[in-house]
């Protein structure tokens, strides 16, 4: 299958994430086209991406043989409005936002190829773990090509549409619950003595260590669990479980179809 032009409608956080990935296997595609309707970020995208090619509408983007809507929920279907005569029947089209179903969007879309991915941050280092969900009319070629493509960003691998918005709570959005944390952890590091340097080996190292432990030692959880004797915030866990159920599954319900 011949090399295709992609078109990006939304120059925010996700599409630098696609860009960087892009750059870092050095993938060959026809062309790579951003619309924004923020000057200043396309202007950036610009400056640290050049091999870009920046756009004046949302129209020119939905002419590209695959367009990717790099945007959130709330606007997702005006701007479909907005493009859907510039569609053909063999675009390929790829949403990146959790809630607008496949089946809402071909509702406006007149095409057949619509595809939805909950993109990982991690894939900034080729290492995201992506689940896709395809239109019940895409081809299995057309399926093995997306695949193909979307690899490049790490681990992609298709699922029912309806687990979407799970894995978006269970995994795109999985390292913002602990970034922090080690973060601040390594922080405490420098307090007690150590170096930066020092810090930063001691939290990646153990946790690694301990991601491991937890999902490869072949252990039960609470047996792992019960490895340290000692607990220096153990008293504070029932309150964090509730943190997670509140806020997590409150969202879900909020992003959920």
Same mark, same amino acid.
């Not at 929920?73 to 510039?86: G, Q, Y």
């Not at 150590?194 to 047996?223: C, I, Q, W």
């Not at 309150?239 to 959920?256: C, D, P, R």
């Given at each position: @299958?011949?090399?295709? /032009?992609?078109? =990006? ?34 202007? +950036?995208?610009?400056?640290? =991406?050049?091999?870009? &090619?920046?756009? *004046? /509408?949302? $129209? ?9 809507? +790099? ?10 409005? %907005? !493009? %859907? ?7 390929? =089209? !790829? *949403? ?10 071909? /509702?406006?879309?007149?095409?057949? &190829? ?8 991690? $894939?900034? !280092? ?8 395809? +239109? /019940?009319?895409? $081809? ?32 795109? @959005? ?5 970034w922090f944390q080690w973060n601040e952890l390594e922080a405490l590091g420098t307090q007690m003595g150590l170096t930066e340097t020092e810090s930063r ?5 153990? @946790? $690694?260590? +301990? ?27 029932? &309150?964090? %479980?509730?943190?997670? &159920?509140?806020?997590? @599954?409150?969202? =879900? ?5």
């Amino acid at each position: @299958m011949k090399t295709k /032009s992609l078109g =990006f409608i939304g120059g925010g956080r996700i599409t630098k994430i696609f860009l960087q990935a892009f750059e870092n296997k050095k993938a060959i595609f026809e062309s790579i086209s951003v619309f924004d309707t923020n000057p200043d970020t396309l202007q +950036a995208l610009k400056l640290q =991406f050049p091999f870009i &090619q920046v756009l *004046s /509408s949302p $129209s020119e983007a939905a002419r590209k043989d695959i367009v990717f809507l +790099a945007l959130h929920p709330p606007v997702i279907m005006e701007t479909l409005e %907005k !493009i %859907k005569s510039d569609v053909t029947s063999q675009t390929i =089209f !790829i *949403s990146l936002a959790p809630k607008i179903t496949i089946a809402k969007m071909a /509702s406006v879309l007149p095409v057949d &190829q619509i595809v939805r991915l909950i993109p990982n941050a991690t $894939s900034v !280092i080729n290492h995201g773990y992506n689940p896709v969900s395809f +239109a /019940s009319g895409m $081809s299995e070629i057309q399926k093995l090509y997306i695949l193909e493509m979307l690899n490049l960003l790490g681990h992609t691998f298709e699922t029912a549409e309806e687990k979407l918005e799970g894995y978006a709570l269970l995994s795109a @959005m999985l390292p913002t619950y602990f970034w922090f944390q080690w973060n601040e952890l390594e922080a405490l590091g420098t307090q007690m003595g150590l170096t930066e340097t020092e810090s930063r080996e001691s939290v990646f190292e153990t @946790m $690694s260590a +301990a991601l491991n432990t937890m999902y490869h030692s072949g252990m039960k959880p609470a047996d792992v669990m019960n490895l340290i004797p000692v607990k220096p915030i153990g008293e504070n866990e029932s &309150q964090i %479980k509730g943190i997670y &159920q509140e806020k997590l @599954m409150g969202l =879900f319900g909020k992003i959920k179809p």
